[in-house]
């Protein structure tokens, strides 16, 4: 008997292979990416949910993505639960902040100040359970998301200091069109179309889920292929409640050694619960284009291109004639630029053609900057300026973003500040003149235009700090405002699927 499962076994990890190599050859594949916020540090059965599903997904020859909370970490430390740290090695580890729901989270501490400030303080709190996920699991961790809806731009700045480059979760803070997509330089996976998982309830719930995938795969299938988000806890296979819901609702912030256990799951609903993942689960592993990936998987197979790459005038053109009165990011190829790339683009080919008249405008793209970092300046109606200072003011943009690495707020024509969106789009019309060799003028005119690319970032609507543990009252309208101006550094991931084949 034993060697007759053992035979099955070979078999289906065979076919599994074969799977897996249709699937990077295929034109439209699913990359399903599965990930787990790893909490819990009140609950102990929590930690035995952890290790059941990573042990479990090993021997499926599935990698998943577990975003550890730093205090989680120590806790398995403490409790001396090797086992567990040791499963969810296997996989890939993530970040999930240093204590999650204590108050205050970041939405709150960050939403009174400003970038610099805020990077910093992000650091400050978060750093150190960042370093303990590093040291307890053994492996940098590859991607960050926030805890509840507790999202906030600053914490982009800080990833890029950890060197974590990709945001992996869901919410409704930023959305292009449901894609993937670049952000303050990172790659976001976060307001996917194709977010789904099945609730934990039996065959009725495994039910509507393998339709919601069903529907998710076609849909993909029509549009070249894409990813599909999985998301789960270890701890909802164990507790009838969430342990933040239980200890931090509404604002409240009980000290650590006095938190209460949530209520448990019986031992028939816990069954329930494995067998109706593990159930979905196989149901995905069943289709040839599927391919589970992990978050840095996924930042691999949507890098950003553009970074590095030379742009010549001919494509600077094309991108130049494309700027209008509505600023957004722009495609070249397999690769998208920013708001903010452009400005640094066009600006620096028509320097360089400007000081050397056989310059042949070519710029390689060295940063991505932020967008502003303060209020940009109002513009009502157009102004205009001698083009000996649009020349002068080009050379001073161009040092700003060099030394700062954004965007300048205000760009001043001599005594005249005007936002950077107006001089983008002069920018833009001059480069496309002096290309086409048509005289310039003596006067140079900014119109008032808009940023377009700020319809990607959520107002400060009340619903998107709904969370249960954030204060009935708690709204963030100066950080969003913040995240709006970094609209300038929004463009879409592209997927290579030549990374597929790796
Ligand atoms: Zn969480």
């Not at 400030?117 to 940098?140: N, S, T, Y």
């Not at 270890?234 to 009838?240: A, I, L, Y």
Request: hydrophobic content about 40%; aromatic content about 10%.
């Amino acid at each position: 008997m034993r060697r007759v499962i053992s035979v099955v076994v070979v078999v289906a990890a065979f076919d599994a292979r074969m799977a897996r190599w249709v699937s990077a050859a295929d034109p439209a594949p699913i990359l399903i990416t599965l990930w787990w916020d790893t909490e819990d540090y009140v609950l102990p059965a929590s930690d035995d949910a952890a290790l059941r599903v990573a042990r479990w997904l090993s021997r499926q020859q599935i990698r998943a993505t577990f975003k550890v909370v730093g205090e989680k970490a120590r806790t398995l430390e403490r409790r001396q639960r090797t086992d567990v740290i040791d499963a969810l090695k296997q996989h890939e580890i993530g970040y999930h902040t240093n204590y999650h729901s204590v108050q205050p989270t970041p939405a709150m501490y960050l939403s009174s100040l400003g970038w610099d400030e805020g990077v910093a303080e992000f650091d400050r709190r978060e750093k150190p359970g960042l370093d303990d996920v590093k040291r307890i699991f053994g492996q940098h961790p590859s991607c960050y998301g926030q805890p509840g809806s507790s999202w906030a731009p600053q914490s982009y700045g800080a990833m890029k200091k950890w060197s974590v480059s990709v945001y992996l979760d869901s919410g409704n803070h930023l959305n292009v069109e449901g894609q993937p997509f670049h952000y303050c330089g990172i790659v976001n996976f976060y307001s996917l179309k194709h977010t789904l998982r099945t609730n934990l309830g039996g065959p009725q719930d495994l039910k509507a889920a393998e339709q919601r995938f069903l529907a998710a795969r076609e849909q993909l299938r029509r549009e070249g292929g894409g990813v599909v988000s999985i998301y789960y806890h270890p701890c909802e296979f164990v507790h009838q409640q969430f342990w933040d819901g239980v200890n931090f609702a509404e604002g409240a912030n009980p000290p650590l050694d006095r938190l209460k256990l949530p209520p448990a799951k019986t031992e028939a609903e816990i069954a329930t619960a494995y067998e109706t993942f593990e159930s979905f689960i196989r149901f995905l592993q069943r289709f040839p284009d599927v391919r589970f990936v992990t978050a840095s998987e996924l930042g691999r197979i949507y890098q950003d291109r553009s970074q590095g790459r030379t742009f010549s005038r001919a494509e600077l053109t094309r991108i130049a004639e494309q700027v209008g009165d509505s600023i957004n990011y722009q495609q070249i190829g397999t690769c998208t630029v920013s708001a903010a790339e452009t400005l640094l683009l066009l600006g620096r080919s028509l320097q360089s053609m400007l000081q050397k008249s056989e310059a042949d405008g070519s710029v390689q793209l060295l940063m991505s900057p932020l967008g502003p970092t303060s209020p940009t300046v109002p513009q009502t109606a157009s102004v205009s300026t001698p083009y000996h200072q649009f020349e002068r003011t080009l050379a001073d943009v161009l040092d700003y973003l060099d030394r700062h690495g954004r965007v300048p707020s205000a760009i001043w024509l001599g005594s005249v500040a005007i936002p950077p969106e107006s001089f983008l789009a002069t920018l833009a019309r001059v480069y496309r003149q002096r290309v086409a060799g048509e005289a310039i003028g003596d006067e140079v005119a900014f119109r008032p235009v808009t940023v377009a690319a700020r319809k990607y970032v959520a107002d400060d609507d009340p619903r998107l700090w709904r969370w249960v543990i954030f204060p009935r009252s708690f709204r963030a309208p100066a950080m969003m405002e913040l995240a709006r101006a970094q609209a300038w550094t929004i463009k879409p991931a592209i997927r290579h699927d030549e990374e597929l084949k790796r």
